[in-house]
């Protein structure tokens, strides 16, 4: 029997298709070359230095290995020694290497080794054993914490060839150095999976939202996805194939779990079953994160509001959602959660409070109940607007539990992409009865001073917002995506 013709997944209702990759890839957690060096010249002259400038090389490998994976094949003292550590990186596919001079090493010996992985991030760690020169030092000594002349020499030949590298410096044991190549390494992860990810488009942008629209070339080029846009007719075929029993299913747990009003369980079916429909559309096409238009796309079609289902998405299978077709939103989600672990949340800016020199931010329901206090903190309530559908719809309403937050979002700007950066505290304010998941942030400058350098900036309508302080985190992704920042 003939096999069926391969079609574009556009016409076809399979789950194999000419233009989605079969499966989906992998991830390999991060994985670094430890280039360490000495100088074989130097054993001759003094032979008790090489046993220990191994051992303050195997310090540096156990402190990198707590964090990531390294792959040390042992110190690099000769032409022979850089070729078989080259190759041991290329085999273990490294995406980075630290490059660490435990003595002056030649130049032309560290390229050997790093010609072999000329993909990977170079990372010059310009490390020495203690913070101070000490007034007895002799001359193994100075050659055991002499890195600054080799690393000096590869930075001259680096930009002598044009090829790119990061510099970290400081003494072997110092905590914050180790932070800061682990960011670097992560950063480089992050760009690396962006680049591979396909975000699923349902809709487009909401009309009249121009600082929402996007080129996707310039986002496929700048920000690494690919965006692909997904028919509504694939949604609703997908929605069709829920059944009512599974649909009832998930309605009565989220009712089981939470304070419930001015819900009915039928308002609860009609929602999760376009929840588990959007799952189904992931799963089917192989999605990295989705990006939809409820309003009258799709409540009209579904006869239910979109909020919650993207929610029970976000829990459930880790897939992060964005609405209006924010994709700049949706790939800051994307890398929010990625360095902190934690579930971020599609907010709009609301307005300022003086008193508690906070932002109040109100949000479209994309978050999950790990943003509120507790689940005693979290009512399931009707949707705050109606765009077509019958009944009251389900959405969420907390307020966001205490504690360090950061704001952030890509600004599609005339002269390029930018990052906004921003870090507040969330407080502990009265949760309102608005329907919704909304925050109180209290900012580090005067408010009024706050909102007027935002809006002086040309930001979007749009913020996410995730737990944890992690500005640093995304000054580094920023750089590594070769772009600009605002920093508030």
């Given at each position: 029997?003939?096999?069926?013709?391969?079609?574009?997944?556009?016409?076809?209702?399979?789950?194999?298709?000419?233009?989605?990759?079969?499966?989906?890839?992998?991830?390999?957690?991060?994985?670094?070359?430890?280039?360490?060096?000495?100088?074989?010249?130097?054993?001759?002259?003094?032979?008790?230095?090489?046993?220990?400038?191994?051992?303050?090389?195997?310090?540096?490998?156990?402190?990198?290995?707590?964090?990531?994976?390294?792959?040390?094949?042992?110190?690099?003292?000769?032409?022979?020694?850089?070729?078989?550590?080259?190759?041991?990186?290329?085999?273990?596919?490294?995406?980075?290497?630290?490059?660490?001079?435990?003595?002056?090493?030649?130049?032309?010996?560290?390229?050997?080794?790093?010609?072999?992985?000329?993909?990977?991030?170079?990372?010059?760690?310009?490390?020495?054993?203690?913070?101070?020169?000490?007034?007895?030092?002799?001359?193994?000594?100075?050659?055991?914490?002499?890195?600054?002349?080799?690393?000096?020499?590869?930075?001259?030949?680096?930009?002598?060839?044009?090829?790119?590298?990061?510099?970290?410096?400081?003494?072997?044991?110092?905590?914050?150095?180790?932070?800061?190549?682990?960011?670097?390494?992560?950063?480089?992860?992050?760009?690396?999976?962006?680049?591979?990810?396909?975000?699923?488009?349902?809709?487009?942008?909401?009309?009249?939202?121009?600082?929402?629209?996007?080129?996707?070339?310039?986002?496929?080029?700048?920000?690494?996805?690919?965006?692909?846009?997904?028919?509504?007719?694939?949604?609703?075929?997908?929605?069709?194939?829920?059944?009512?029993?599974?649909?009832?299913?998930?309605?009565?747990?989220?009712?089981?779990?939470?304070?419930?009003?001015?819900?009915?369980?039928?308002?609860?079916?009609?929602?999760?079953?376009?929840?588990?429909?959007?799952?189904?559309?992931?799963?089917?096409?192989?999605?990295?994160?989705?990006?939809?238009?409820?309003?009258?796309?799709?409540?009209?079609?579904?006869?239910?509001?979109?909020?919650?289902?993207?929610?029970?998405?976000?829990?459930?299978?880790?897939?992060m959602v964005a609405c209006e077709g924010d994709i700049g939103g949706l790939i800051m989600m994307q890398i929010m959660?990625?360095?902190?672990?934690?579930?971020?949340?599609?907010?709009?800016?609301?307005?300022?409070?003086?008193?508690?020199?906070?932002?109040?931010?109100?949000?479209?329901?994309?978050?999950?109940?790990?943003?509120?206090?507790?689940?005693?903190?979290?009512?399931?309530?009707?949707?705050?607007?109606?765009?077509?559908?019958?009944?009251?719809?389900?959405?969420?309403?907390?307020?966001?539990?205490?504690?360090?937050?950061?704001?952030?979002?890509?600004?599609?700007?005339?002269?390029?992409?930018?990052?906004?950066?921003?870090?507040?505290?969330?407080?502990?304010?009265?949760?309102?009865?608005?329907?919704?998941?909304?925050?109180?942030?209290?900012?580090?400058?005067?408010?009024?001073?706050?909102?007027?350098?935002?809006?002086?900036?040309?930001?979007?309508?749009?913020?996410?917002?995730?737990?944890?302080?992690?500005?640093?985190?995304?000054?580094?992704?920023?750089?590594?995506?070769?772009?600009?920042?605002?920093?508030?």
């Amino acid at each position: 029997m003939d096999k069926p013709a391969v079609t574009s997944f556009e016409a076809a209702e399979g789950s194999a298709f000419g233009d989605i990759l079969s499966a989906k890839e992998i991830r390999r957690g991060a994985k670094i070359g430890l280039l360490g060096c000495g100088y074989f010249e130097y054993w001759r002259m003094y032979p008790a230095l090489k046993e220990i400038v191994e051992k303050d090389l195997q310090r540096v490998a156990a402190r990198l290995g707590e964090q990531v994976e390294v792959v040390y094949p042992g110190m690099v003292d000769t032409l022979d020694r850089a070729e078989e550590a080259g190759k041991a990186f290329a085999e273990a596919r490294v995406t980075a290497i630290v490059v660490v001079e435990g003595t002056y090493l030649p130049d032309f010996i560290t390229l050997r080794a790093l010609d072999h992985v000329r993909g990977a991030t170079v990372i010059l760690f310009n490390t020495q054993t203690g913070s101070d020169l000490s007034p007895t030092d002799d001359y193994p000594a100075t050659m055991r914490n002499s890195a600054l002349i080799g690393i000096a020499q590869l930075t001259g030949s680096f930009q002598k060839m044009r090829r790119k590298y990061e510099v970290v410096v400081g003494e072997t044991d110092n905590n914050d150095v180790y932070r800061r190549i682990w960011g670097l390494v992560r950063a480089q992860r992050i760009t690396a999976d962006l680049r591979s990810q396909t975000l699923g488009l349902l809709g487009q942008v909401f009309r009249g939202m121009f600082d929402l629209e996007y080129d996707r070339t310039r986002v496929k080029g700048s920000l690494g996805p690919e965006v692909m846009t997904v028919q509504a007719d694939h949604l609703i075929r997908l929605w069709n194939d829920v059944s009512e029993a599974e649909a009832d299913a998930a309605a009565r747990s989220a009712m089981k779990r939470f304070t419930v009003r001015h819900v009915t369980l039928e308002d609860a079916r009609k929602s999760c079953r376009l929840g588990l429909a959007m799952r189904a559309l992931v799963e089917q096409f192989r999605l990295d994160g989705l990006c939809f238009l409820g309003q009258h796309y799709i409540e009209k079609m579904t006869g239910a509001p979109a909020r919650f289902g993207a929610s029970m998405l976000m829990e459930n299978q880790g897939v992060m959602v964005a609405c209006e077709g924010d994709i700049g939103g949706l790939i800051m989600m994307q890398i929010m959660r990625e360095i902190t672990g934690n579930m971020p949340l599609q907010t709009e800016w609301g307005q300022f409070d003086v008193a508690h020199n906070a932002v109040f931010l109100l949000g479209h329901g994309i978050g999950t109940p790990e943003l509120a206090a507790g689940p005693q903190a979290v009512t399931l309530t009707r949707s705050p607007e109606e765009w077509g559908f019958e009944g009251s719809g389900m959405n969420y309403q907390f307020i966001v539990k205490p504690g360090p937050v950061t704001l952030g979002h890509f600004l599609d700007t005339a002269d390029g992409w930018q990052m906004l950066i921003s870090e507040g505290k969330s407080i502990s304010f009265p949760c309102l009865p608005c329907d919704e998941i909304h925050a109180m942030v209290r900012v580090a400058m005067p408010v009024r001073e706050y909102v007027e350098k935002i809006l002086r900036a040309g930001v979007a309508h749009h913020v996410i917002l995730v737990p944890g302080h992690i500005a640093k985190d995304l000054d580094v992704v920023a750089d590594a995506l070769g772009m600009r920042k605002l920093t508030v």
